[in-house]
Nanobody, 114 residues
């Protein structure tokens, strides 16, 4: 079994920054893609950013140029979020793909408000 634990969420003013972290533990062989989704109240969960094992990245258009995803040692993934906007407010979920199975974290709240 694989467990993912997110950290780094919180309340930040518009224009501010946050860095989310996600650490994986358990039975880990090799993660293909790791990434972040988010879900705002009343909206569907949407992809924020993802990164493959060979460090190719993909971003939602709404966060390009503001968010940067990275990973370390194959089992920790980060997202640096700059120039945050109120519309970035959501619960952010980390995920990891191992042998075609997706594992999810419990989510961390990000609130952007003055």
């Amino acid at each position: 079994q694989v467990q993912l634990v997110e950290s780094g969420g919180g309340l930040v003013q518009p224009g501010g920054s946050l860095r989310l972290s996600c650490a994986a533990s358990g039975t880990i062989f090799s993660f293909n893609t790791m990434g972040w989704y988010r879900q705002a109240p009343g909206k569907q969960r949407e992809l924020v950013a993802e990164i493959t094992s060979d460090l190719r990245t993909n971003y939602a258009d709404s966060v390009k140029g503001r968010f940067t995803i990275s990973r370390m040692y194959g089992k920790t993934v980060y997202v640096q979020m700059n120039s945050l906007k109120p519309e970035d407010t959501a619960v952010y979920y980390c995920y990891a793909d191992q042998f075609g199975r997706n594992y999810w974290g419990q989510g961390t709240q990000v609130t952007v408000s003055s």
